[in-house]
């Protein structure tokens, strides 16, 4: 048997208005070099200038990652001489990175595990390169958007870990609404590197590295893959080649790219043309305050003091917005786990049918808390109300205005009620005959007798308690 060693490299461009060192648009265009500028081009006599905006949204991340942030800004020089590189180098960090040694933390089967996390460095990212038969086109829009590198430690030992790490950390994207991490436009991929190790061995395997994986199933499948290819190689007394690959998403395997060697003279020094900013105290606190609650955080606190399962609270977490219009529901005065149960079902279902997000709907949370209270003090019963959520929804309507207008109010006097069960069982003597012989289901047959007599609005738990009782006067 082999142990599975995994670590990724993450890239994520930020969400800013314009590049990281240029003034051209950060905006996703399918109009190829559309937003470029020289310095985008690596013209001669141009100078980089640092977009605040970048490098606060980097920082932010790093914090929202547990990670130590540095005393000033600074940027290194990476030379790297490549097509997507017009001006035969890249600035990026490597003495100084935005964020160092944090974690993230994750839960996969029911388990916690925490995910170091190495560094978190900013960079420029690099153009778009399309290939074709003999030839190959270059698109510099993306070329200097900022892009930020979590770099975790390998740590992770399955493809589920893997997936797990990757969601959580796109959720503290959205969460610190940093970037749209959204895979299809290229705003979030991943490079793999994964090893196998024997099980009590100390000695870690060769590693091999999968290169710009752009979703989260393909990473899965990638790692799927490549432990089923190595297993192998090593099972028929083979050695693993340390190299990179790529992952071919239509027959989901991994092909060799290049040999790799365990480091690269990159001949990093520090950028001449940016000049190092020190960063106060207050300048990081301010920072740190923009950070919401995450997910990990709310999830915990959902279970623990609103009683709520795991599943249910990791549903409410999906979205920061969902989350925000749950808690508020609660300060509203909710029972935690109505409103639990409203949302996920009723509105949620609302929102998936639609295409909306919880932010375009016309019910507060302060109608959804007055909703749950008429159905709490039995004004409407749970079925009525759930009734009255949906016309809500589509009519855009206060619940209470619909109650009012469709008169669903639930009669809870017991003498009216008295006067619908009597009629209900001097109609049905053979049904009575039938419970007080032992077929007690049919007491669901009186109850809607009753619920027809009253137009719904009999309430359901009194009027099956005294028909029961009734039917023992008898």
């Known amino acids: 048997m082999y142990k599975v060693v995994i670590g990724l490299e993450v890239h994520c461009e930020l969400q800013t208005n314009s590049k990281v060192f240029s003034s051209s648009k950060n905006t996703y265009s399918s109009d190829p070099n559309s937003h470029v500028s020289a310095v985008d081009l690596g013209l001669p006599g141009v100078l980089p200038v640092t977009n605040e905006e970048a490098v606060k949204k980097a920082l932010k991340s790093a914090m929202a990652l547990n990670c130590k942030t540095p005393d000033e800004i600074l940027f290194d020089r990476k030379n790297y001489f490549y097509p997507d590189l017009p001006k035969g180098f890249q600035i990026t960090q490597v003495t100084k990175p935005m964020g160092k040694n944090g974690y993230l933390m994750i839960n996969v089967d029911g388990t916690d595990k925490k995910v170091g996390i190495r560094q978190l460095h900013l960079e420029e990212d690099t153009a778009s390169l399309d290939h074709y038969g003999s030839y190959s086109l270059i698109d510099y829009n993306r070329s200097g958007i900022p892009l930020i590198e979590i770099v975790t430690e390998p740590c992770m030992n399955s493809a589920e870990e893997a997936l797990a790490f990757l969601e959580a950390l796109r959720s503290v994207f959205l969460y610190c609404e940093v970037s749209e991490a959204k895979s299809d436009k290229g705003q979030m991929r991943c490079d793999v590197n994964i090893s196998l190790m024997e099980e009590n061995s100390t000695k870690m395997g060769t590693k091999v590295e999968i290169k710009n994986i752009n979703s989260f199933g393909n990473v899965k499948e990638a790692i799927k893959y490549e432990i089923k290819r190595q297993t192998e190689i090593l099972q028929s007394g083979g050695t693993v080649v340390q190299e990179t690959r790529r992952y071919d998403d239509e027959d989901m395997k991994t092909y060799s790219m290049r040999n790799k060697v365990d480091a690269i003279d990159y001949k990093y020094y520090v950028e001449p043309n940016l000049v190092p900013v020190k960063l106060s105290n207050e300048y990081l606190e301010e920072i740190r305050k923009e950070i919401p609650p995450l997910q990990y955080e709310r999830i915990n606190k959902y279970m623990t003091d609103y009683g709520l399962s795991r599943y249910d609270a990791t549903i409410l977490v999906k979205e920061k917005a969902i989350a925000e219009y749950f808690e508020e529901t609660i300060k509203e005065g909710a029972d935690p786990k109505l409103s639990s149960n409203w949302i996920t079902s009723v509105i949620l279902g609302h929102l998936n049918k639609y295409e909306l997000s919880i932010t375009d709907i016309f019910v507060t949370p302060k109608m959804l808390t007055n909703l749950i209270k008429m159905v709490n003090d039995k004004v409407i019963s749970s079925k009525q109300g759930k009734e009255v959520l949906y ?13 009012k207008e469709s008169g669903m109010k639930q009669i809870v006097d017991d ?38 007599k009253s137009r719904g609005q009999a309430n359901p738990a009194m009027t099956m308690k005294m028909i029961k009782e009734q039917i023992e006067k008898r």
């Open 415 to 452: 003498n009216v009620i008295e006067k619908f069960v009597l009629e209900v069982l001097d109609e049905n003597p053979n049904v009575v005959l039938q419970y007080k012989n032992g077929k007690t289901n049919v007491i669901d047959f009186l109850v809607g007798q009753v619920m027809k």
């Open 391 to 403: 016309k809500a929804l589509t009519e855009e309507k206060e619940p209470a205005v619909i109650v």
